[in-house]
């Protein structure tokens, strides 16, 4: 297995670990996946409220919130750094609320939180700094977080056959992407169809420039076409990432998966879905929280208005795809039968 | 039944017969629905050549093209008017190809402009105006088209029940229009849901703002929603129109219009689609052409773009959607089952 500074090289720009988030001087610098391809730039926060709006603000999406709420949470610490072991607490602890508030959907990230909440605790304990050791945590984390995208991708890599027609959906990130590279240096030639994903159009700004930095063949569609396409024998595999998937094999990601799902399933195409973690707390889709968006957002694409303002939308951000249309779940120990997780997990 | 006069009233601004297109002083309008509805404005053609750009451009669309093309050999007849029977023939020729090929999917645009060809000769031989002759012909055929309007609208108003939710795709016209209009009528409370339609928005721009002029409650949503809003049980029928359905039962609509059937199918929802007219030159689903357009327009939202221009793109415009999946065909001979046009229309 390449190291992880092999791994950060054979990314593109936008998945790169500097590229992601990272603190310098105090500050935490995003980047900026609004702007991208347009531009490569950074939103800088000073507080833990400029990057909790920024992940409300979709300056970062995917594995980013993640690591910018982490971040936030050590800025939070800094700021604190010093004062009373009870204020420290519940400054964190604001802290907390506040950035996994950002998206209710992905548990993941109140997850990692609470983690990071006991190590943050720990070292106030015994009197360390706080800031300090969350850093250290962080950054183990993330390491450990490039091995777990390196093994994952060595399977999603050995599910793709030369000649293959992959489609894809919003932006399957890095155990997706790192899939692909893996698989071109073992010679397999790849087509990948990325649907914009609207109304962010991730799959169109995010996906496709990454997946052409790399070299490898790219074909941007709607968000309506991936069934002619499959059903033109172009498509032999779909993956996509998760942001959540339940112990019962439902997995939850960028609305649009579902019906993809269903129309690969309709074609005989296999639906391979990549898992981030595992939430032990949400055993089954009951326990699914689907996060809607403001739906003036669904009215504008990139800044303009798409119909009448007074109009109704409605923007559920993520949809559920139930497990029999889940082909396999690419996780850490293997291609896994969606219903083998909670063996394997629970 | 409403009279032509009545059914005219019913319609929102977009569908009233003078705002599709019309004729005046020796000039072309045809209502601009790319603008529409941020502004009301027509395009003025003054030759065959503006006419068949303007059908190109997509300036008009639906049940538009072919009384744009109709009104195009209005002004290519009097352009020639009072010359050789020889060179009349040969214009009227060359402006009919050069409209046809506008929209080689759309095979009913050929098919009327075959029919409009016989009365243009007819006058031609009987020394008669030929620019009357087919405006008088267009004006009795489009009152006629009122009529079958009217007529498939009741069918489809009596498949909609008091609180259905309906899914439709790209703009389904008068019919479909008509059809939620004549339900409203009935005392039917109904609510519809709009997918986008990308790369044009016809959904957002075109459909939405029409079903709420008629004071119906409407949702826009994006393409890659309506599983996810079907999973909801939100919605009970999906209709759309067709730009050309085989005598086999296959529909041809806009892309997107194949996925939502199959996904609908997956809810146990009908499918039913609007007949237009019938073309017994493509008795089956081999017979179809598939429009591609320029793949850069994907590339594009209201004229912005939605990524880096050197990444490739794709644009197949319409879809087909086999009989398997399709609950009725709406014809004005009833709601048909898509097994039994050929014995129908054959």
Redesign the interface.
Known sequence: MPNISEINNLLPWLLRRENVAHYKDGVVWIGDRRKY??AREFVRCEDVEEVARAIEEMVTQGGGPWVAASLGMVMAARQVAGKHPDEVRTALAAARTRLVNTRPTNTALARRLDDLMQVALQALAQEESVEQAILNWLETLRDRGYEDYAIRAGYGASLMQDGDGILT?CFAETAFILSLAFAQQQGKRLHV?T?????Y?QG??LT??SI?ELGI?????????????M?QGKIQKYFTAADLITLDGHVVN???T??NA??AH?HGIPYFAFMWGVDSESPNRAAIVIEERDAHE??R????????D???????AF??TPPHLVAGVITRKGVLSPYDLANQFA
């Open positions: 391809p347009f959906m169809f649907p914009e994903t609207r109304p159009l169109a700004r496709a420039p052409h063949p790219v074909t941007v569609i709607t968000d309506n076409m991936p069934a002619y396409v059903s960028k609305i649009g579902f019906q269903i129309t309709y669904v009215k694409c990139r800044g303009l208005p798409t119909t009448l007074d109009i109704p939308a409605y923007y559920p949809d559920i």
